[in-house]
Every structure is written in C-alpha cells, then in structure tokens.
Nanobody
Framework: QVQLAESGGGLVQTGGSLRLTCAASGRTFSSYDMGWFRQAPGKERESVAIISWSGGSTYYADSVKGRFTISRDNAKNTVYLQMNSLKPEDTAVYYC??????????????????WGQGTQVTVTS
C-alpha cells in the first residue's frame, strides 16, 4: 500500500498561484502512476492532471491546460501540482491519488486505489 498526504492548499485571488504537494510513503513510489483530482461542492469528482510513474507521460483536463503543471520527484516520493492563473471555478478540494503503473495512463478517478485526505483550494474573485 501507499499512504498519501496533500498540502499547499489555501485561499488565493483570481490570477494567483498555488503549488500543491503530495507526499507518499509506503511501497515503492515509482510503482505508481499518480493523479490530482478535485471535487467542488455539488459536483462530481473530476480528473485534473495525471503523471506516469516515470514522469514521461502526462494528461491534463482541458479546463486546466496551459495553467497547471504536474510533476514528480521519485527520489523524494513526491508529486506536485503547480497551479497558475487560478480562476474561481478552480475552487474545490484537491486530492492526490495513486494507481499501479500501467502502459496507458488511467484518467478516470475510479481507477485509482489510494487517496489522500484532500486539501482545500479557494479562489476568490
């Protein structure tokens, strides 16, 4: 198993930036593809950004392309989400999650097995 803990959320104005961090412990971090997901009140959980175990492949939701960047440091067992040009519609609880690595990136949140507790991101207008 792998345990995940997010940090870095907070309150920011429109146009601002935040960097989310997900620290992993447990089994070998490089065995997992990692993702960031978010859920706003009254809405379904959605995939935001995914990164392969090696960092060589990534996926971004259309709504965040060009603004968010996912990265990972396997030596530090950490995955990051750099969020720039934030908008009020980015307000949500952000979760990181892990799934056993595969040839094809898993995009739907339902394919992820291990989850952190989440961190709140609030963007004010």
């Amino acid at each position: 198993q792998v345990q995940l803990a997010e940090s870095g959320g907070g309150l920011v104005q429109t146009g601002g930036s935040l960097r989310l961090t997900c620290a992993a412990s447990g089994r070998t971090f490089s065995s997992y593809d990692m993702g960031w997901f978010r859920q706003a009140p009254g809405k379904e959980r959605e995939s935001v950004a995914i990164i392969s175990w090696s960092g060589g492949s990534t996926y971004y939701a259309d709504s965040v392309k060009g603004r968010f960047t996912i990265s990972r440091d396997n030596a530090k067992n950490t995955v990051y989400l750099q969020m720039n040009s934030l908008k009020p519609e980015d307000t949500a609880v952000y979760y990181c999650a892990a799934t056993i690595r595969n040839i094809v990136l898993a995009v739907p949140w339902s394919q992820y097995d291990y989850w952190g507790q989440g961190t709140q991101v609030t963007v004010t207008s």
